[in-house]
């Protein structure tokens, strides 16, 4: 059900007039506690949000959502080279009829053609958190082409441009990646050479400066004005070709008034272009805080505004007044940002107020059920809950998922990663990311370390259940997001340093020879991996990011970001065929 109120801005103190628009409200408790709702009763879908081809009521086969993990900037570069892959492999309606060797043919050897059937088209979801989502965010809004933005323009005799095969890859190629229209490369290679710690303050103030910082950091590149691009969209971007993007973040809620800053409930918050907030509550959370947070969406430009005051709508009532302080204005894509990425904000709230560092605090209402005065949240990381943005795909009941784990643990190194465990309902204190049995992670962990120790790219697809769900048959397996059983095929893509990706590297720098029995490969990295590189891919793939090396911001340049896309780019083409041949 959408309900419509009335929304009265204060657009500005200084001309000191105020207009009227109109947001939108869809009441989601349903959808928590009987059943999933139907695709084509999505708000994306009624509001044409979805393109021809990606509607919630076509065909599953050929409707996919992919799920990019957090972690900074090390998150982004990999997801440079999986979207990289997803506009280059060409769509086949036929599950498993293209062959590896069709898929390389035209994703490495033929010019990008926009008007070609490929992966992206079949995309309807982008689901990201953190890093993933800086990257999904700038992708989504940016108003360049899917060439400019990906590198894919043919350079240099590269018909794709920066999606090259490992065995032209070249430390020439790769220093080049500033030089040419490769606009979200540059974005990470220039965009994250800022030092939390000192710079912060030395150029933003107040709550929310962290997210100002970095919209300031890395819109400019790609052509949006980091201050002023608003979160909610008034068209859809780039032809309407680009799948639906789903942002999420974290709401901490004190438990009791004065409560300690460690004593908090964590809700998952969603910002889309359209649409943001709290689809569902557990029961004992929504008890504890009285019904006002969880239950609803509202157009995404009032999501942090201050709703109350107004009465809610009832049955049949359809518009409502609401008056929205100045201070509060509409919610910009640099709040987005700043919520998804503001990873420090666990361990800073234990010891003092993170506003006072400038991560951020807003009002939150359920619209359905408003408080006077508004309250105010901290809102922080997405991956304080589920920090594979997995989740959100779930809990619309996408067929066919991709999930990229671009994680820094290795899947050799024995430590089983905790987002997946989390998922898994293997990880107490993060139940609110729990989907799935808790017995089905030991065989996925094996296969995946099996195909790393063969040299393989880790990417393992399991076919699930509603049986696999937790809780099936009884509600939801998941009552924070609203997911319930059904069935649907993951691919799980694990980011390694694929040996088979290292080797094909070889005929550039004949004169290496990897180490095979060397799961890191710290030989080859030691020397540089391609001539010229030095120490610039210490730890590759697993690059620092935040909390990881301190507060800053890591400093990644051409070759960090060419280097790691490259990898992901080949990961996903020459597992291509396996994938597609799997999917429901």
């Given at each position: ?117 490929h992966w992206i088209d ?171 947070i969880g239950g609803a ?258 400093d990644l340049d051409a ?26």
């Amino acid at each position: 059900m959408l309900l419509t109120l009335a929304l009265a801005e204060v657009m500005s103190l200084l001309v000191g007039c105020a207009s009227t628009s109109q947001v939108s409200v869809w009441p989601t408790s349903a959808w928590c506690l009987t059943a999933a709702p139907a695709g084509a009763d999505l708000p994306e879908a009624t509001g044409g949000w979805l393109p021809g081809n990606r509607l919630a009521s076509g065909n599953d086969t050929e409707r996919w959502g992919v799920a990019f993990s957090g972690g900074g900037s090390r998150a982004a570069s990999a997801a440079i080279g999986q979207l990289r892959a997803l506009h280059a492999l060409p769509w086949s309606h036929a599950p498993g009829a293209l062959k590896r060797a069709d898929y390389l043919t035209s994703a490495y050897d033929e010019p990008y053609d926009a008007k070609v059937d490929h992966w992206i088209d079949h995309v309807a979801y982008i689901s990201a958190v953190s890093g993933g989502a800086w990257l999904s965010s700038l992708y989504w809004y940016s108003p360049a082409s899917d060439e400019d933005l990906l590198g894919l323009k043919p350079m240099n005799g590269h018909q794709k441009g920066h999606l090259v095969h490992p065995t032209r890859l070249s430390n020439a190629l790769l220093n080049e990646a500033s030089g040419y229209t490769n606009l979200l490369s540059r974005a990470f290679q220039q965009g994250t050479h800022f030092d939390y710690a000192n710079q912060l303050h030395a150029h933003y103030s107040g709550t929310g400066a962290y997210g100002v910082a970095i919209a300031d950091a890395l819109l400019p590149a790609v052509g949006l004005a980091p201050f002023e691009q608003p979160l909610a969209s008034a068209a859809k971007p780039a032809g309407d070709t680009r799948p639906f993007l789903i942002v999420s973040s974290t709401l901490y809620a004190h438990r009791e008034q004065n409560a300690s800053r460690g004593d908090m409930d964590l809700f998952p918050l969603e910002l889309t272009p359209y649409y943001s907030g709290i689809r569902c509550a557990a029961l004992d959370d929504q008890r504890r805080h009285q019904g006002r947070i969880g239950g609803a969406y509202v157009s995404s430009e009032a999501v942090f505004s201050n709703l109350s005051g107004y009465t809610p709508p009832t049955v049949g009532t359809t518009t409502g007044t609401v008056g929205v302080p100045a201070f509060d204005g509409w919610a910009k894509l640099a709040d987005a940002l700043g919520t998804t990425g503001a990873a420090p904000v666990r361990e800073v709230s234990e010891k003092l107020d993170p506003t006072s560092v400038g991560f951020p605090e807003y009002s939150y209402t359920v619209p359905t059920s408003p408080a006077s005065p508004a309250p105010r949240f901290i809102v922080a990381d997405g991956a304080h809950i589920d920090n594979l943005g997995l989740l959100p795909l779930l809990a619309r009941q996408v067929r066919n998922i991709m999930v990229f784990i671009n994680t820094p643990v290795p899947i050799a190194s024995g430590e089983v990663l905790d987002d997946l465990r989390a998922v898994f309902d293997q990880l107490p204190e993060r139940h609110k990311a729990a989907a799935f049995k808790p017995e089905l992670l030991p065989g996925l962990v094996s296969e995946l370390r099996q195909l790393d120790r063969a040299g393989q790219p880790t990417i393992a697809i399991r076919n699930y259940t509603k049986d696999d769900f937790r809780a099936p048959g009884v509600g939801p397996a998941n009552g924070w997001f609203g997911v319930f059983g059904y069935d649907v095929t993951i691919a799980w893509v694990y980011l390694s340093p694929t040996r088979s990706w290292l080797n094909e590297i070889e005929a550039v720098a004949p004169n290496e020879k990897l180490d095979s029995t060397d799961p890191g490969l710290s030989s080859a990295r030691k020397e540089g991996l391609l001539y010229g590189s030095g120490d610039k891919l210490e730890r590759f793939p697993y690059f620092n990011t935040a909390l990881e090396d301190g507060l800053q911001a890591i400093d990644l340049d051409a070759v960090n970001v060419e280097s790691l896309a490259n990898l992901t780019a080949w990961t996903l083409i020459t597992s291509a065929e396996h994938i597609d041949g799997e999917r429901r």
